[in-house]
């Protein structure tokens, strides 16, 4: 699984090094921007930095998705089905590299982040008496900073999850339109269709989690993360259902 | 070794593969043989794991087509299958990660044979060139079934003699070859059994030897008599 993984990586390299290529060239115009003090460019440098890697991101996934329909409707599909690896590891090693990579991609923004956050603040001393004042003022009315730093970072990872396993349902349908649909006229169409009523059969069932299961935020990061357990089972199962799904079909109903 | 029982294999109404029943021994090369559309790649890649097929049955030393059965056949495509980035070495490399049996000092041995170069990017290849590549690593594997669809088209006439001396040279120990061609003629003398398809099912097997006794031809006559009135 992971030799696979290796050459998922490996197929997607070029497109990967062009993208960081870019964040280097906007992190680099962005620190000529705080050299020059000019309030007009050092914002718009930061703002198409966090819209750039915003993109950047969200490229990785989709990334995976359109190489994996590439893949599955072109003669490359024989190198991995020629193998004598089993559909679920195909599979599997497919979903690892794009949470790999999405892990990495996700700690590598973070931390440039953080780094670009302080310089920006450094550069504006003036502004972090006023980032004090804030701080005061929010723990009067009983809010810690911390707290906002978790919920922002439970917001994510929950979203995170939930996106993941849209992948992989969206794997399911591009797998749907090369075999149990592969003769079919409207197989593209039908996968949409499949698609859409997923992803509201989905919304439905949070929507009832919703109306037992209240989120309190302002806790700590760990206790978010246990209030959040039906939600993160829901999605879980989704993952689950969708790789299940997937490796069947490739097993049995594969048609190169 | 590979035994298939009424297979059929069907896209939408038309069946490639049509009620195929069929029996292959350890140690023998057979000629699949058939003009254009009459199944022989489909029964390829159905023994090969590409295609599921719609009814009946495969078996692989009496196994389903599966993860065991891929490991012990090759299948060379007709088509070209490797990534854009691929080179040669890139090639072999993926082959000696996935197929225990491959063997890359074969390997390079039969592409500096071809006259290829290991560095050369495969997606910049001619379809000759490419064609003898991927022989080169269909040869390089020590499979117990190696199964070659139309090796020596667009192949030169002196590579086409070095491919035939190759398989003949790697042929033995218990391995099964299944070659399809359209050049009759130059599998004759290599092959034991002959298979004829047409239109998705089997009109004409046995050895090659009782085939031409039996019809006081050759197998290109042979041929020429079975597909005459196909529609080209």
């Known amino acids: 699984m992971l030799k696979l993984s290796k050459y998922e990586f490996r197929k997607n390299r070029n497109a990967l090094l062009l993208l960081i290529a870019g964040l280097i060239f906007l992190q680099i115009l962005y620190l000529l921007a705080l050299n020059t003090k000019d309030d007009d460019y050092i914002f718009s440098a930061a703002g198409t930095l966090f819209l750039y890697a915003l993109i950047c991101y969200f490229s990785i996934f989709i990334f995976a998705v359109t190489n994996y329909y590439r893949e599955i409707n072109s003669r490359t599909s024989y190198l991995i089905f020629m193998t004598p690896v089993s559909p679920l590891r195909i599979v599997l090693s497919k979903m690892l590299t794009v949470l790999f990579l999405g892990i990495i991609l996700a700690a590598l923004l973070g931390v440039l982040g953080v780094w670009d956050i302080h310089l920006l603040a450094s550069n504006y001393e003036e502004y972090t008496g006023m980032l004090d004042m804030i701080n005061e003022l929010l723990l009067e009315f009983g809010i810690k900073t911390d707290e906002i730093f978790s919920s922002i970072l439970f917001t994510l990872l929950t979203f995170l999850l939930s996106f993941y396993s849209t992948i992989a349902v969206i794997y399911l349908c591009i797998t749907l339109t090369a075999t149990l649909l592969q003769n079919s006229r409207f197989k593209v169409i039908v996968s949409i269709v499949f698609f859409l009523l997923a992803s509201e059969g989905r919304s439905k069932l949070e929507e009832l989690i919703g109306n037992h299961y209240v989120i309190r935020y302002g806790e700590r990061f760990l206790d978010l993360l246990f209030q959040a357990w039906p939600y993160t089972l829901l999605n879980l199962g989704v993952l689950l259902l969708s790789v299940t799904a997937t490796t069947w079909l490739l097993k049995k109903k594969l048609s190169l | ?232």
Request: charged share 20%.
């Open chain 2, 1 to 232: 070794m590979l035994q298939c029982n009424h297979l059929v294999k069907k896209y939408r109404s038309l069946a490639a593969v049509n009620d195929l029943t069929l029996q292959f021994e350890p140690g023998k090369i057979y000629a699949l043989l058939g003009p254009n559309g009459s199944g022989k790649s489909t029964f390829m890649k159905i023994a090969a794991g590409l295609i599921h097929p719609t009814s009946g049955s495969i078996l692989f030393e009496n196994q389903p087509i599966g993860s065991y059965s891929k490991a012990h056949c090759t299948y060379m495509p007709t088509e070209a299958y490797f990534y854009s980035y691929m080179t040669w070495k890139d090639a072999g490399n993926y082959y000696r990660d996935f197929f225990p049996d491959f063997q890359m000092d074969r390997y390079e041995t039969l592409i500096d044979t071809f006259g290829l170069s290991m560095k050369q990017k495969i997606s910049k290849m001619s379809s000759g060139m490419t064609a003898k590549g991927k022989i080169a690593l269909a040869l390089a594997r020590d499979s117990r079934l190696c199964m070659l669809d139309e090796p020596l088209n667009g192949i030169d006439i002196i590579a086409r003699d070095q491919i035939l001396d190759a398989i003949s040279r790697y042929a033995g120990n218990n391995r099964t070859f299944v070659i399809s061609s359209h050049l009759v003629d130059e599998l004759e003398t290599m092959v034991d059994e002959a298979i004829f398809i047409k239109n998705g099912t089997v009109v004409l097997s046995g050895t090659v030897e009782h085939l031409t006794h039996q019809a006081g031809k050759s197998l290109t006559e042979l041929y020429k008599d079975v597909y005459r009135d196909c529609v080209m």
